[in-house]
Each structure stands twice: as C-alpha cells, then as structure tokens.
C-alpha cells in the first residue's frame, strides 16, 4: 500500500484525496496548518464544464441544488453609463449533465470534505521537508514526523511546502490590484440569472448569483500600487482609513452601491510568475501552489480540480513524468487569457474602450473565435 500526503486542504487536496479514497492500494492523509478548515461563507467560486465534470465523477451531480446555480449568461456592461454593451451565452458549452455553475466556496468544500473527517489532521504546520532513501519524511511544527511515498502540495499560493522544496527561489508576485469581495443580498438591481461584468478604466467588477434564493457574490479588481513593505504587513487590509482609501479609488458610479455589500474585505492579489518542478519524481504541487493565475478568466478553482485529476489519473498510471509537461502547457494558456483579459477589461482610453466594446459585440457571438478562446479551456 502506497501511502500519500496531501498538504492543504483546500479545493485541491480535498479532491484528489476524494479520488484516492476510492482505491484501496493508498492510504492518504491530509495536512492543515489552521485548526479547522476554511469555510468563509462570503466567497462565491464560478466552476466551468472541464471541472464539474471532473467533479460529477464524486457525485457533485447529485449536490444541494438550492446551494448551486447554472447561469445562463455573461452580461457585459459599462460602468460610466451602466450601458449593456453585449452578452455572451456561457450555456453553449454546457452538456446535458455537466454546466457552468457557480456556488460558494464554503460549500463545495463542505462537499468535498464529506466521508474524509477522519483522514484530515488539523494543526499540522510543516516544517521540514526531507528524503530518507525512497520516503519522504515529514516534519511538522508539532515535532511529529509522518513517512510517506508521494507528496502532494496544496497549500494555496503563499505554500510553505513550495518554498521549503525550492528554498524560497519561486515566490508569488504581487499583481498590482486588489480584490475587493463581498455578498449582496437578494437585489433587483443586477440579473439574477446571469453573470455580470461591468468594465471601468483601471477597474472593474462581476456579481453572479450562487444560489437559486438570489444571494449574488461580489468581486471586484482594482489596479492599485503597493509599497514591498504594504504587499508584506495583511494587517493593513482590515485598518479603517486604508479601506476608505481603496474604496475611494473606484468608479464613482458604484461607491454608494459598495455600502450595502455585507462581508466585504480588501486584500492583494499574488500572482505566480513561473514553474516549480520538484527534482523528487514523487513530489506534486497542484493548485495555486503549482500556478497561481489572475482572476479575471474566473479559472482558479476550475484549473485546481483539473490539475488534481491529472495528476490523480498520472499516479495511477505510473506516468507522473507526463503531470508536470501536461500542466504547464494548460497553466501558460490559461494564464494568457487571464492577463489578457483583465488588460481589456481596464482599458481607459475613450478610442480603445469603443473599439473594444465593438470587438466584443461581434467576438461574443462568433462560434470560432468561442471555442477557440473560451472551449479549449472548458472543454
């Protein structure tokens, strides 16, 4: 019996060790730092069709359906006249059984974590990462030592496991914006069927619905400029004045609309900049600790669940030398459209916003360009 170590139990650990619970010949642990998993409730995630798939292979077909919501579409929007500018059918590239859904976060963990209670150690910060012949030992800040024959590294985008194995040699980037996130109570102001995207210079923002009772999730990305020191001191991201300050810098047209955000919070966006190959064949990183992307193609968590499937189908295949080529060729394409997409979602010339409101008006509604951009991805 193979005895596997997940290290974070985010998104990804919890659904590769769902996969490998399900085969006798593993016998999985998984590590949290916190003394409980993470289950914010004011996070909404969108999943696209690649990873709810993926997902409905562990009964996700079968989840809540009043915790889960198909939108239909993309709306896009100016911000300056609230104008509709195009909208973009996300349902194309739905299938019978597997659709863009959104949801909150806290719940799909809630979901994954079912029936792994008893394999998930809480408290559990590394420490020390060593290999002894062909184990891998473990050393955690409580001084117990855990001996396993793979490792899988999933402990977000700040991972300690990751600078432990590189010895701080790839460390995220900030991305010169902040997030700014929140729930909005059911409201008649936005399309509860849909999703929103309003595009303003230097900004802008999405609201979709996470359930079917009108709960819509906010999240907003403004171009801001951090101090090495401010990017370092997460303090400063709960101090009153700073948050004026923030909220001062957006659109004027939605400052009033913020005030009735409930749960709202500012924090830095962290990028990765490259690839972390580990030289032990048996040590993975999947999620945003492989890759951490912008946030403006919505693929976090979808690339999270695909990455871990690979890599869960590539252990058992005895083809791990194949995960980590696979990966990045995804990752750099995914990556691509991410960074491009929050370039032209911010555009602040009058010119370049009307021809960019013109290209998307034709692009939206052309097939070819679609399942070139957007179903090499989802699909």
């Known amino acids: 019996m193979k005895k596997i170590s997940i290290i974070g139990a985010g998104i990804s650990g ?27 409730q004011g996070y909404g995630i969108q999943l696209s069709v690649n990873s709810v798939k993926l997902l409905n292979q562990i009964g996700f077909n079968k989840f809540q359906k009043d915790k889960k919501f198909t939108p239909d579409k993309i709306n896009f929007y100016s911000i300056k006249s609230s104008n509709k500018i195009c909208d973009l059918n996300i349902s194309d590239f739905n299938s019978e059984d597997c659709k863009y859904t959104t949801l909150k976060r806290s719940d799909l963990i809630n979901f994954l974590k079912t029936d792994l209670d008893n394999l998930i150690k809480t408290n559990h910060g590394i420490s020390k990462i060593d290999q002894e012949n062909k184990e891998i030992k473990l050393t955690f800040e409580n001084n117990e030592i855990f001996k396993c024959d793979y490792l899988i590294i999933s402990d977000g985008v700040f991972s300690k496991s990751k600078n432990l194995i590189s010895n701080n040699e790839i460390l995220p980037k900030y991305n010169n914006t902040l997030a700014i ?23 802008h923002h999405v609201v979709y619905p996470v359930n079917p009772n009108g709960e819509l999730n906010f999240i907003a990305i403004v171009k801001y400029n951090l101090s090495t020191n401010e990017q370092k001191n997460f303090t400063l991201f709960n101090d009153e ?23 709202l919070k500012i924090f830095p966006v962290f990028v990765s900049d490259s690839f972390l190959k580990s030289k032990n064949n048996n040590i993975h990183l999947i999620g945003d600790a492989f890759f951490a992307f912008p946030p403006s193609f919505a693929q976090g968590a979808s690339q999270s669940i ?9 252990i058992e295949n005895n083809t791990e030398s194949d995960f980590f080529r696979n990966r990045v060729i995804k990752s750099k394409i995914v990556n691509k459209r991410s960074k491009f997409n929050q370039f032209v ?8 916003k009307f021809l960019r409101n013109i290209f998307l008006k034709r692009l939206t509604k052309n097939k070819k360009f679609l399942e070139s951009y957007l179903g090499k991805v989802y699909r």
């Open 14 to 40: 919890l659904f590769i060790a769902k996969l490998f619970k399900k085969n006798q010949n593993y016998q999985i642990t998984v590590f949290e730092k916190n003394s409980s998993i993470n289950l914010e």
């Open 181 to 203: 996130r929140g729930i909005i109570p059911n409201s008649v102001r936005f399309d509860r069927k849909s999703i929103s995207l309003f595009l303003g210079p230097d900004y």
């Open 241 to 263: 004045n700073f948050i004026k300050n923030i909220l001062d810098k957006v659109p004027q047209e939605i400052r009033e609309f913020l005030d009735g955000i409930k749960e």
């Open 306 to 314: 695909e990455g871990a499937y690979e890599l869960f189908n590539n």
């Open 345 to 352: 979602f911010h555009l602040s010339n009058p010119l370049t």
